[in-house]
């Protein structure tokens, strides 16, 4: 297979340190992937000799408000800085910040022509942050029905207009198949239809957010679809283990072998 695969430290292994979280990961042949840095020893983690490929490259603002733009854009440049201690490749944005239990910070209910000018402006700023660090900031589609009700630009329908739009190597989609299979369906085609904006894949069951096999989804057939377009980047599982962690690594790798 030509892609990567990772797994996200903050969702498999929760008995264990996070430290200790990120070493079994790696020991198991994963990248890396976390979320808020601000809440890490991130020198502890760098000790941990792990790839890290991706963590959060924000930590408030939104796309749209003047306070929100300028706080996102203040904290995507601290991020950056902070990306250096563990030379994490990308970072991950969403259509506005999302506070406790993934709700968004500002919920919105419709979004206006102007917001979408507003938003693809802030993320050409963020891009060109990327370029000039020589990272790339990836933006995630959510699902508003589960997990983030509220979130505005949250289908991949959505990320994909706007990453298009700002046509920047330093802005890329984190094409999330989870959110993507509450919010729209039909992921091969997605996927295909997707690949030239693609910084990076995330994957877990339907329903649940559990390791692939626990739901509805056949990540086999989406797995074989990125080896016959060529996918080259990394597939990240971002999902809770339904029982044992190392069994939920096991499935994850199994079907996308």
């Given at each position: 297979?030509?892609?990567?695969?990772?797994?996200?430290?903050?969702?498999?292994?929760?008995?264990?340190?996070?430290?200790?979280?990120?070493?079994?990961?790696?020991?198991?042949?994963?990248?890396?992937?976390?979320?808020?840095?601000?809440?890490?020893?991130?020198?502890?983690?760098?000790?941990?000799?792990?790839?890290?490929?991706?963590?959060?490259?924000?930590?408030?603002?939104?796309?749209?408000?003047?306070?929100?733009?300028?706080a996102?854009?203040?904290?995507?440049?601290?991020?950056?800085?902070?990306?250096?201690?563990?030379?994490?490749?990308?970072?991950g944005?969403?259509?506005?910040?999302?506070?406790?239990?993934?709700?968004?910070?500002?919920?919105?209910?419709?979004?206006?022509?102007?917001?979408?000018?507003?938003?693809?402006?802030?993320?050409?700023?963020?891009?060109e942050?990327?370029?000039?660090?020589?990272?790339?900031?990836?933006?995630?589609?959510?699902?508003?029905?589960?997990?983030?009700?509220?979130?505005?630009?949250?289908?991949?329908?959505?990320?994909?207009?706007?990453?298009?739009?700002?046509?920047?190597?330093?802005?890329?989609l984190?094409?999330?198949?989870?959110?993507a299979?509450?919010?729209?369906?039909?992921l091969?085609?997605?996927?295909?239809?997707?690949?030239?904006?693609?910084?990076?894949?995330?994957v877990?069951?339907?329903?649940?957010?559990?390791?692939?096999?626990?739901?509805e989804i056949?990540?086999?057939a989406?797995?074989?679809?990125?080896?016959?377009?060529?996918?080259?980047?990394?597939?990240?599982?971002?999902?809770?283990?339904?029982?044992?962690?190392d069994a939920?690594?096991?499935?994850?790798?199994?079907?996308?072998?």
């Amino acid at each position: 297979m030509g892609y990567r695969l990772a797994a996200c430290a903050e969702m498999i292994y929760l008995d264990q340190p996070f430290e200790e979280r990120v070493r079994r990961i790696h020991e198991r042949g994963f990248e890396i992937e976390i979320w808020d840095w601000t809440t890490k020893d991130l020198r502890a983690l760098a000790d941990t000799g792990a790839v890290f490929s991706s963590m959060t490259g924000y930590v408030r603002g939104d796309l749209t408000t003047d306070d929100g733009i300028d706080a996102l854009l203040e904290s995507a440049a601290r991020s950056l800085e902070q990306a250096d201690a563990l030379d994490v490749a990308r970072l991950g944005l969403h259509g506005t910040g999302l506070g406790e239990g993934g709700l968004p910070v500002r919920p919105v209910e419709t979004t206006s022509g102007a917001d979408w000018l507003r938003a693809a402006d802030t993320l050409r700023r963020v891009a060109e942050l990327g370029e000039r660090a020589g990272r790339v900031f990836t933006l995630e589609n959510l699902n508003t029905a589960v997990d983030h009700p509220g979130v505005p630009f949250a289908r991949a329908a959505d990320t994909i207009a706007l990453v298009s739009a700002v046509d920047s190597p330093a802005l890329r989609l984190n094409l999330d198949l989870y959110h993507a299979q509450i919010g729209e369906g039909n992921l091969v085609d997605l996927v295909r239809r997707a690949l030239p904006w693609i910084g990076e894949i995330q994957v877990a069951d339907v329903p649940g957010r559990c390791e692939p096999g626990t739901g509805e989804i056949r990540y086999e057939a989406v797995a074989q679809t990125l080896r016959d377009i060529g996918y080259e980047g990394v597939v990240g599982m971002e999902a809770w283990a339904s029982a044992d962690s190392d069994a939920a690594l096991d499935a994850f790798r199994s079907a996308f072998a």
